[in-house]
């Protein structure tokens, strides 16, 4: 079955540490996102990918990292230059090849910072 | 800027209809989307706009006037599991970046 997953499901860590959170799609999508939601809030972008080795911050991208080194995975590193990183994290691909295509989610990753 | 509005918080009854609004300035977006999330889970896509008009799906329909910056969702005959949010989003031109509003909760009651 194809599908983008996302793990842990929920991560817990100290403030001051870094911690990065996995995005898997075997969608064979060039396009994919990382957004965070906040409670009652909607989805905010952070980085967006368009293409291996190539991404762009999105609205929100200061103490987030990214890296696409494969089509597959957009793993998203959160640093503890991020003031307030307790949010629920939201991975997305897209088939980049129409703007009527829409994005897919994975389950999301919920971090807590202690 | 690319602002979208949407009510946040609506309340229907069960086999009731119910119209979510969304608003948007009109510069840059290419169509209109709607997602449905329910809590804690992520969002699903619901329907795509480029066009003016009403597009019917099920007991989904979704308009868009793109000239006024206004679409709305249409739910009808009412079930307690469309209680979600209903999140209006806006793709740039090209489709790489999409803006996303700040979502409708919607309550169904019996």
């Known amino acids: 079955d194809g599908g983008i997953t996302q793990s842990p499901k929920y991560l817990f860590r100290k403030e001051g540490q870094?911690?990065?959170?996995?995005?898997?799609?075997n969608l064979n999508h060039d396009a994919m996102y990382w957004y965070r939601q906040d409670p009652g809030q909607g989805l905010r972008l952070i980085y967006?990918?368009?293409i291996v080795n190539d991404f762009q911050k999105g609205d929100i991208a200061e103490g987030y990292s990214v890296s696409r080194e494969k089509?597959?995975?957009?793993?998203?590193?959160?640093?503890?230059?991020?003031?307030?990183?307790?949010?629920?994290?939201?991975?997305?691909?897209?088939?980049?090849?129409?703007?009527?295509?829409?994005?897919?989610f994975g389950p999301g990753t919920r971090l807590t910072v202690l | 800027g690319q602002n979208i509005d949407q009510p946040t918080e609506m309340t229907a009854t069960e086999g009731a209809i119910v119209q979510i609004n969304c608003t948007y300035q009109t510069s840059g977006f290419n169509g209109l989307f709607w997602y449905q999330q329910h809590a804690g889970e992520a969002p699903?896509?619901?329907?795509?706009?480029?066009?003016?008009?009403?597009?019917?799906?099920g007991r989904f329909s979704s308009f868009l006037s793109r000239s006024k910056g206004y679409s709305y969702?249409?739910?009808?005959?009412?079930?307690?599991?469309?209680?979600?949010s209903y999140l209006c989003a806006g793709p740039y031109t090209g489709g790489f970046k999409t803006i996303f509003g700040a979502g409708t909760r919607l309550f169904v009651k019996a």
């Open chain 1, 48 to 50: 967006y990918s368009q």
């Open chain 1, 18 to 25: 870094n911690v990065t959170l996995s995005c898997e799609q």
């Open chain 1, 71 to 104: 089509k597959e995975s957009f793993p998203l590193t959160v640093t503890s230059a991020q003031k307030n990183p307790t949010a629920f994290y939201l991975c997305a691909s897209r088939n980049r090849d129409r703007v009527q295509n829409e994005q897919f």
């Open chain 2, 44 to 57: 699903t896509f619901l329907s795509y706009n480029v066009l003016d008009g009403l597009e019917e799906k």
């Open chain 2, 73 to 84: 969702l249409l739910l009808k005959e009412l079930q307690m599991k469309d209680s979600a």
